[in-house]
């Protein structure tokens, strides 16, 4: 909005040319988005904690769990959206087609996480939709984002799958991109979904992954960087890294209230929308085996949980003590605030990891 608003004064006020570059733009939006998740932040735990709207505690999770944060407020992942919304609108070109998707995708999964928390709040239970429904949702979701880039965006690239190290390994996937492209924005959902169970937990890493994709479609729009670093230049996805300093702004805002001890959880309303739109990025800047690289530790978490199902239901006994991961090392005596700092270095590990493979092709 703003962004075109000053755009079409250029011709009368030179200094208004700074608006034309991405990097500015994208400070802007890390920074708007920041501001009014900040703002708005206090007033809607006063408002969300005076009308009881309280998330259930897992009853077979740590005993800690079950004493220190009953009667915390959740949905705060309504707070993030707010922030995304905020900075993408006001600093964005919204004549780009990959915005738009990006925006749909953080909406939606948003809704649908957010009708999923207020089912748990109703029946005070930790269920809310069935798992079944809501992949069936995510999936209809995801192939209506797949089917709007396939008809907006660059068909010449989106259908390949560039792998990290190589310089000129390509696999075409034809058709099969429409579900390997369900597949990973459905299985970044919830896996940063199920990584979202300790204070503070997921909040950074999901903005070490936003960073580092700012960083990915700022280079994967630029010509001369693109060529540089021999990765394939793909038109306007530079624009992708407003999306991506929104997310960052509005979890930097967060964790300022859900740093530990948390006054307010983001529930599957943000967890659902923030592993959705990583993943959308991650098809859109064709980065997805980096997403996996950078997001190891979302994949951690969700390799642990399906280790422990299928263990379970073949032995009948547990490879961890509690799954997801990080509720086996806190039945492993860890503190919580120990689990989630450590938790936190790997993800700066593996941020770093995942950015080096830009060079080392």
Same mark, same amino acid.
């Given at each position: 909005m703003l962004f075109s608003f000053f755009i079409s004064l250029i011709d009368q006020f030179s200094f208004l040319n700074v608006f034309k570059y991405l990097t500015f733009r994208t400070g802007l939006s890390v920074i708007s988005s920041m501001i009014i998740v900040f703002l708005i932040?206090?007033?809607?735990i006063n408002f969300i904690g005076a009308h009881k709207i309280t998330g259930p505690i897992r009853k077979d999770g740590p005993i800690d769990h079950i004493v220190n944060k009953v009667g915390t407020p959740t949905m705060g992942g309504i707070l993030i959206l707010i922030g995304i919304l905020f900075g993408t609108l006001l600093w964005a070109d919204l004549q780009n087609p990959y915005i738009w998707v990006l925006l749909f995708v953080?909406?939606?999964f948003g809704l649908l996480g957010a009708i999923d928390d207020y089912?748990?709040?109703k029946h005070n239970n930790s269920r809310g939709i069935s798992s079944i429904m809501k992949i069936v949702f995510q999936?209809?979701?995801s192939l209506i984002s797949v089917v709007l880039l396939l008809k907006f965006g660059d068909t010449n690239h989106l259908t390949n799958l560039y792998l990290p190290f190589f310089k000129n390994l390509t696999i075409h996937l034809g058709l099969f991109f429409i579900p390997f492209a369900i *597949?990973?924005?459905?299985g970044s959902s919830n896996a940063v979904n199920l990584t979202d169970g300790l204070d503070g937990l997921a909040t950074v890493p999901v903005m070490l992954v936003a960073i580092s994709f700012t960083l990915i479609c700022y280079v994967v729009g630029n010509t001369v960087f693109s060529e540089y670093l021999q990765i394939p230049y793909i038109p306007n996805v530079g624009e992708a890294s407003i999306f991506c300093g929104s997310i960052v702004g509005s979890c930097l805002g967060f964790l300022?209230?859900?740093?530990p001890p948390a006054k307010i959880f983001m529930g599957d309303t943000g967890s659902l929308s923030l592993g959705g739109s990583l993943g959308a990025l991650g098809i859109i800047s064709k980065h997805e085996i980096v997403l996996a690289i950078i997001g190891g530790l979302f994949v951690l978490e969700t390799v642990s949980v399906i280790i422990q199902v299928i263990s379970f239901k073949l032995t009948g006994?547990?490879? *961890?003590m509690m799954a997801p991961l990080h509720h086996h090392f806190e039945k492993k005596g860890w503190a919580e605030s120990t689990?989630?700092?450590?938790?936190?270095?790997i993800s700066i590990i593996l941020a770093l990891i995942g950015l080096a493979t830009l060079k080392l092709r």
């Open positions: 932040g206090g007033p809607f953080a909406t939606s089912l748990k709040i999936i209809i979701l *597949f990973v924005i459905v300022w209230y859900n740093a006994k547990r490879v *961890f689990v989630v700092i450590r938790f936190w270095i």
